[in-house]
């Protein structure tokens, strides 16, 4: 099985794109006032950034080269740092550094899970779509 080089693939700037939604969504999520039911799990709020930073990851992994994963790595904390900043001037919600611990777990999490092969995602997709 040939893997492209995020470069090569077909439809890389559909998936960057899909990427810039998913950081635009992350951003709306943690910006909204938070007006539903408490939820039932103990640290659900960290599971959640947690995963969402895995997401962030796993995705952007398969459409920058391997080399620039720890600038990836970088910028993904720093938009979490961010989020948090803009949560504390929003007046409703709060700033956590054990958000940004949260954001750094999962960014960890999907690094592992790139190294592991995920990372060629798109790869995949492409192929399964019978695009190359």
Same mark, same amino acid.
């Given at each position: 099985m040939h893997i492209l080089s995020p470069d090569q693939l077909r439809y890389r700037p559909y998936w960057v794109a899909g990427g810039v939604v998913l950081l635009s969504v992350v951003l709306a999520l943690s910006l909204v006032p938070y007006t539903g039911p408490?939820?039932?799990?103990?640290?659900?709020?960290?599971? *959640?950034? #947690?995963? *969402?930073?895995?997401?962030? &990851?796993? %995705?952007? !992994? !398969?459409?920058?080269?391997? !080399? $620039? %994963?720890? !600038?990836?790595?970088?910028?993904?904390?720093? /938009?979490?740092?961010? &989020?948090?900043?803009?949560?504390?001037?929003?007046? /409703? $919600?709060?700033?956590? %550094?054990?958000? &940004?611990? *949260?954001?750094?777990?999962?960014? &960890?999490?999907? %690094?592992? #899970?790139?190294k592991a092969g995920l990372a060629n995602w798109a790869n995949w997709v492409e192929r399964l779509l019978g695009v190359r």
């Open positions: 408490d939820l039932p799990v103990t640290f659900a709020d960290k599971i *959640a950034h #947690m995963l *969402a930073f895995t997401a962030l &990851i796993v %995705w952007f !992994s !398969s459409v920058v080269p391997q !080399s $620039r %994963w720890p !600038s990836l790595f970088g910028l993904l904390l720093t /938009y979490g740092v961010f &989020i948090e900043v803009m949560q504390f001037f929003t007046g /409703y $919600r709060v700033m956590e %550094w054990g958000d &940004i611990v *949260a954001d750094a777990g999962g960014l &960890i999490l999907g %690094w592992y #899970m790139n």
